[in-house]
């Protein structure tokens, strides 16, 4: 009797409406994030959305969490401005995936960018990991390139 009682509070842990509620939680941190330190502009606040061994999974390698926030100023700098918004967002296990659009203009020095007046638009999509209500992990890709090109940076080559 006592195995099947372990064995139907294992089966209610990780039944499918407990696991909707975890996506929907993880999903909550990863908005959080989005709209209250990034759209913000509010940096200080990292540490109440990541946690302290966070680490960013990038082409260039790996890197801990005060990179990531060294970067996320230098994105400030050249967009004073910024204004991110998230245009979906899908969740699965212990994952989240957020499409996301920056707005700005560059008027600062930062993020390669020279200071140019111009205003910039792209998008990118980060996966997130997120453990004990904090994100552990982060993969992104965005078409910096993009930027470069709006911000009068680089010139495309005639077709």
């Known amino acids: 009797m006592r195995g099947f009682l372990i064995a139907?509070?294992?089966?209610?842990?990780?039944?499918?409406?407990?696991?909707?509620?975890?996506q929907d939680a993880n999903k909550a941190v990863a908005r959080s994030f989005f709209e209250q330190v990034l759209d913000q502009g509010r940096l200080d606040h990292y540490a109440d959305t990541h946690a302290a061994d966070f680490v960013v999974h990038s082409a260039q390698g790996d890197f801990p969490l005060a990179a990531d926030m060294a970067a996320a100023a230098e994105e400030r700098k050249a967009l004073p401005d910024m204004r991110l918004a998230i245009n979906r967002m899908i969740a699965e296990d212990d994952l989240v995936a957020v499409h996301w659009t920056?707005?700005?203009?560059?008027?600062?020095?930062?993020?390669?960018?020279?200071?140019?007046?111009?205003?910039?638009?792209?998008s990118g999509i980060t996966i997130f990991r997120v453990r004990a209500g904090k994100i552990s992990e982060?993969?992104?890709?965005?078409?910096?390139?993009?930027?470069?090109?709006?911000a009068g940076l680089v010139q495309m080559p005639p077709s």
């Open 8 to 22: 139907v509070l294992i089966f209610v842990a990780w039944s499918p409406a407990a696991a909707g509620e975890l």
């Open 138 to 150: 982060e993969w992104g890709v965005y078409d910096l390139l993009t930027g470069y090109r709006q």
């Open 102 to 122: 920056v707005t700005g203009t560059n008027t600062g020095d930062g993020m390669g960018f020279k200071a140019t007046g111009a205003k910039i638009k792209l």
